[in-house]
């Protein structure tokens, strides 16, 4: 089992090299690596799958539109006319996409104190962790997106302005 592991791991290392040393033949697609890093939680292994989902999108999608694609958007659950559910995000779209922010997420929520205090925030205001970090994920899609679109370093303070922390 333990050589099993360290195959893998191994064949892992070795496709995380060579997916690196096609980003930085490229240097568009070096810079948007470097852009994609600079957000707090993000690390290479999430900037490669992250960058390899946003390549195929088209360069004129919106914030929005990238959300929806992602599956990351809230979709209403109704029975009839009277009985309203509670409201869950569609999980419609792209589940690798959904993946790589998951963690990246998680680990913003613990080092960036914009994402942190946006995060309590919403469970003040009564919503579950779960659904708190799912907020989180969708917040870094879309700055994400602005990132890889403009080229520049990633600023969480311009997602989570103060606004966006008021009870």
């Given at each position: 089992?333990?050589?099993?592991?360290?195959?893998?791991?191994?064949?892992?290392?070795?496709?995380?090299?060579?997916?690196?040393?096609?980003?930085?033949?490229d240097d568009t697609?070096?810079?948007?690596?470097?852009?994609?890093?600079?957000?707090?939680?993000?690390?290479?292994?999430?900037?490669?799958?992250?960058?390899?989902?946003?390549?195929?999108?088209?360069?004129?999608?919106?914030?929005?539109?990238?959300?929806?694609?992602?599956?990351?958007?809230?979709?209403?659950?109704?029975?009839?006319?009277?009985?309203?559910?509670?409201?869950?995000?569609?999980?419609?779209?792209?589940?690798?996409?959904?993946?790589?922010?998951?963690?990246?997420?998680?680990s913003a929520v613990?080092?960036?104190?914009?994402?942190?205090?946006?995060?309590?925030?919403?469970?003040?205001?009564?919503?579950?962790?779960?659904?708190?970090?799912?907020?989180?994920?969708?917040?870094?899609?879309?700055?994400?997106?602005?990132?890889?679109?403009?080229?520049?370093?990633?600023?969480?303070?311009k997602l989570f302005?103060?606004?966006?922390?008021?009870?």
């Amino acid at each position: 089992m333990l050589e099993s592991i360290e195959h893998y791991e191994k064949h892992i290392a070795l496709l995380t090299d060579a997916a690196v040393e096609i980003i930085h033949q490229d240097d568009t697609l070096s810079q948007q690596l470097q852009s994609l890093v600079s957000a707090k939680g993000i690390g290479q292994t999430s900037t490669i799958a992250i960058l390899a989902e946003f390549s195929i999108l088209p360069k004129d999608m919106k914030a929005k539109q990238v959300s929806r694609y992602a599956g990351l958007y809230v979709k209403p659950s109704q029975s009839g006319t009277s009985v309203n559910g509670a409201s869950r995000i569609s999980k419609a779209g792209n589940a690798y996409l959904r993946a790589a922010l998951f963690m990246p997420a998680m680990s913003a929520v613990q080092h960036d104190e914009n994402a942190k205090a946006f995060k309590d925030v919403l469970v003040g205001r009564g919503k579950k962790k779960i659904q708190a970090n799912v907020a989180v994920m969708r917040k870094y899609l879309t700055g994400l997106w602005s990132v890889y679109l403009s080229g520049e370093i990633f600023h969480s303070s311009k997602l989570f302005s103060p606004e966006h922390k008021k009870t």
